[in-house]
């Protein structure tokens, strides 16, 4: 089993930027596809970026062009870096390691981090 630990979430203004980290233990990152998801206070969680073990990549199309999701095997970490923030990016964003299926539906993932939060003042 993989633990996953996020972080790098914050206060921040519009316009500005962040960088998320998802560090894992237990099993390396590169084997797996792994995704970023996030939920606002009174909405469900939703998918934001995957990134496939050959690179492959997909984003949502609310943060295509602002957010890029990348990994350093080296170090088993996945990162989520987050520029031209807005506030309606504001919620608590989560990575998971994908096990099979739709790469946008929470349930083809089976591992999750705890959660970062992420907020944006206009």
């Known amino acids: 089993q993989v633990q996953l630990v996020e972080s790098g979430g914050g206060l921040v203004q519009a316009g500005g930027s962040l960088r998320l980290s998802c560090t894992a233990s237990g099993r390396l990152l590169s084997s797996y596809v792994m995704g970023w998801f996030r939920q606002a206070p009174g909405k469900e969680r939703e998918f934001v970026a995957v990134?496939?073990?050959?690179?492959?990549?997909v984003y949502a199309d609310s943060v295509k062009g602002r957010f890029t999701i990348s990994r350093d095997d080296a170090e088993n970490t996945v990162y989520l870096q987050m520029n031209s923030l807005k506030p309606e990016d504001t919620a608590v964003y989560y990575c998971?390691?994908?096990?099979?299926?739709?790469?946008?539906?929470?349930?083809?993932?089976?591992?999750w981090g705890q959660g970062t939060q992420v907020t944006v003042s206009s």
């Open positions: 998971a390691r994908h096990y099979g299926g739709n790469v946008y539906y929470i349930r083809s993932y089976n591992s």
């Open positions: 990134m496939g073990t050959g690179g492959s990549i």
